[in-house]
């Protein structure tokens, strides 16, 4: 005796061995034995052979009208061998009924399933709708399977076009668009951004990079709505101070400047001065609003997304020969010391004399020009009693650090000859030191305003954000703790309030300080305890965060575009960290595999095979080494 039985959703046969009024011991052609359950048996039969039953059903089934059954079958619940019979016009035989019941199990929109072996035709309303979701299905699949083809084959749909960059940061993965996308990808074994661009959905990596990060950052837009500026309602004094700022050719966003008097004691009196946008971006403001939203100006080579839109850059920006709204801290001085004698912080009108630019004056203001009292530098005056007094602070600084500080890396500035967007546009790395007398100028001066701020507003008890770093860990708070490897007592980012978030909360804060002293705590934008410091915190931490990422891989990019238009197919390199080198002439950092152990500063030879611009990797192979001349790293 043989069974039909139901496992797993599909229809077996085998030899009964042995049953029970529950189960039954089944023996399948293969010879495996296996208990099943009565209940799911369909039937019993004695012929033909399990083997040759569902082969012969099979070819049965396929060749009944599934319509024609429907509209043959009873509109009530039926069984199999009822409508067998009706079907057939007589018994069914074992292979007619399990025909039968193959073609009823495998069309579910016809035929609802209500029991072992019992059926009951589908509604004819309810036929209708689910024909027609299943004609909508197939269109589906059909297009679905088209634009794969497509995209197989390196054409790209329209449809993929249109949508390419979402599916990249924002994918609907129950569109047929992603369905498509998604297969071609696995099909082809290549990652959605690599298929688009192969596609031809941008131009080149640079579009995509540029792209993909706008989207993702900018949902709206890198521009801003229109704006309007508010009246600034203090009456500033003008200050008589002879100021100059020193930045970037390429800066715009001009937050500081430097005065300095030499008094007849001897000391100097410098005088730094800090765009003072915080006078107009009130918080809370449409303004504020706007800047918090991006906290940091952006920068990549050749272009930048600002923080501030342009009517504010252009009230308090730093410019030569205007009278601007302006944060001065001044700063009484030791030369020869560099103790602070003492200090005081004004709300006020600078008029710069000079925007002063590194590219003009880097060649000639040198260390040892300095050194030498004989040469007449430009802006003498002005330059040399500031220097005097920055390399007593650095002096001062360095006891407490408790060792020199290590500024002998180089830097390199990016100046792209043309338009940001074009790869073709030609670019030039420009080496820089960071212990540029120009650079170790500034950056000793903003250190001294930083701090001295940072303590201001502490000695007045107005909560501020502050950076500090203690046993090697940097982190950012609202307490005035030791910056240690900077050498000072506290460190309060204030003065690129144009182009830093954090900067104008401090500046709102500060200026609440200077006009009401030890009562500011009862006024100032943010009280102490105040949540929304650690919110900014931790909001600036996070997006500053993706701003440097994509700085650094727009560097990289233009690394890369670099090498490739310098025709450079072998290059020195110098070795960083067991593989990790720095190609000569560029900040760019790879791995070289292949290379023997080699210590640090050693210079190597490189060939460059080739560069993919979309994952910003460079494709090298290790020549050769000189171990005897290793290099400064």
């Known amino acids: 005796m043989y069974v039909l039985f139901e496992e797993d959703g599909a229809f077996k046969t085998g030899h009964i061995m042995s049953e029970s009024d529950a189960t039954l011991q089944v023996e399948s052609s293969s010879g495996k034995r296996s208990k099943i359950k009565r209940n799911n048996c369909i039937f019993n039969f004695t012929a033909p052979s399990p083997d040759s039953l569902m082969p012969l059903a099979n070819q049965l089934a396929q060749d009944i009208d599934v319509q024609f059954l429907w509209e043959c079958a009873p509109q009530e619940e039926f069984d199999v061998e009822t409508l067998g019979a009706d079907y057939f016009g007589h018994i069914p035989s074992t292979v007619e009924k399990t025909g039968l019941l193959l073609r009823l199990h495998e069309a579910p929109i016809y035929f609802h399933r209500k029991g072992k072996g019992r059926y009951r035709p589908a509604p004819p309303d309810i036929l209708t709708a689910a024909l027609a979701a299943q004609e909508k299905k197939q269109r589906q699949a059909d297009q679905l399977q088209e634009w794969v083809d497509q995209m197989v084959a390196g054409e790209l749909p329209e449809p993929i076009a249109l949508t390419a960059l979402t599916l990249l940061t924002k994918p609907d993965k129950n569109s047929l668009t992603w369905k498509a996308f998604d297969a071609a990808c696995k099909q082809l074994q290549q990652t959605p951004d690599r ?141 020869q010391s560099g103790d602070v004698i003492e200090h005081e912080s004004k709300v006020e009108q600078v008029i710069v004399r000079k925007n002063l630019r590194h590219n003009e004056l880097d060649s000639a203001i040198t260390e040892a020009a300095l050194a030498d009292p004989n040469i007449d530098l430009p802006y003498n005056d002005w330059l040399r009693p500031l220097w005097t007094v920055a390399l007593a602070l650095a002096a001062k600084r360095e006891q407490v650090r408790g060792k020199p500080e290590n500024n002998n890396r180089i830097e390199y500035s990016f100046y792209l000859d043309g338009a940001a967007d074009n790869p073709d546009t030609p670019v030039r790395l420009e080496p820089r030191a960071r212990n540029a007398p120009l650079d170790r100028l500034v950056a000793e001066y903003m250190i001294l305003a930083n701090s001295t701020w940072g303590g201001l507003l502490d000695a007045c008890g107005v909560p501020g954000i502050y950076r500090s770093q203690q046993t090697g860990r940097v982190r950012m708070s609202t307490q005035a703790l030791p910056h240690e490897a900077i050498g000072v ?86 070795v960083l960290k067991d593989d990790l080198i720095r190609i000569a002439a560029t900040p760019l950092v790879t791995r070289l595999s292949g290379m023997p152990t080699l210590e640090r500063g050693t210079p190597v030879q490189i060939d460059i095979l080739g560069a993919d611009e979309l994952s910003l990797e460079l494709d090298c192979r290790y020549v050769s080494h000189v171990s005897e001349t290793p290099a400064q790293s």
């Not at 203090?234 to 100059?244: D, R």
């Not at 560097?555 to 310098?566: A, D």
């Open 195 to 335: 298929l688009l661009l192969t596609l031809g959905a941008w131009p080149h990596a640079l579009a995509l990079h540029q792209a993909k990060f706008e989207a993702m950052n900018f949902a709206q837009g890198v521009g801003f709505p229109a704006v309007e500026l508010p009246r600034i309602e203090h009456n500033l004094p003008v200050s008589a101070a002879v100021a100059y700022s020193v930045d970037d050719i390429t800066t715009t966003e001009i937050d500081d400047a430097l005065s300095v008097t030499t008094l007849a004691n001897g000391h100097v009196c410098v005088g730094i001065h800090i765009a003072a946008p915080g006078l107009a971006v009130a918080k809370g403001s449409k303004l504020d609003q706007l800047a918090r939203q991006r906290m940091s100006t952006v920068y990549m080579p050749g272009a930048k997304i600002p923080m501030q839109p342009d009517p504010v850059i252009e009230a308090f920006s730093l410019n030569e020969g205007t009278a601007v709204p302006a944060l001065s801290l001044y700063v009484t001085i030791d030369p």
């Open 489 to 574: 007592a506290q460190y309060a980012w204030c003065t690129s309030p144009l182009r830093r978030y954090v900067d104008l909360v401090n500046q709102w804060q500060l200026i609440c300080a200077i006009e009401h002293g030890i009562s500011a705590p009862l006024v100032a934008p943010f009280k102490p305890r105040d949540a929304d410091l650690f919110a900014i915190i931790g909001a600036f931490d996070a997006q500053y965060a993706i701003w440097n990422e994509h700085q650094s891989n727009m560097e990289r990019y233009w690394c890369l575009r670099w090498l490739k238009q310098q025709r450079i197919e072998r290059s020195e390199a110098t």
